[in-house]
């Protein structure tokens, strides 16, 4: 399970600096998987999903009292 909260930290920092990166014209997954739209697709998804993934898992760790 541990291997699962990495992979999803890991494509939530992607997608948070891809978004980051947008502000200032740059896409990165669609500039290394531009030619393959499908796969920007899946990318997209799996970020959306470790989204949920971490939301759900970790909503008692919340600092908000």
Known sequence: ????????????????????LTAFGYNVVEMIFGAWPAVVK????????SAIYVAVTRKGDSMVA
């Open 42 to 49: 899946v990318v997209y998804i799996l970020v959306g999903l």
């Open 1 to 20: 399970m541990k291997a699962l909260e990495m992979i999803a930290f890991i494509l939530l920092v992607v997608g948070g600096l891809n978004w980051g």
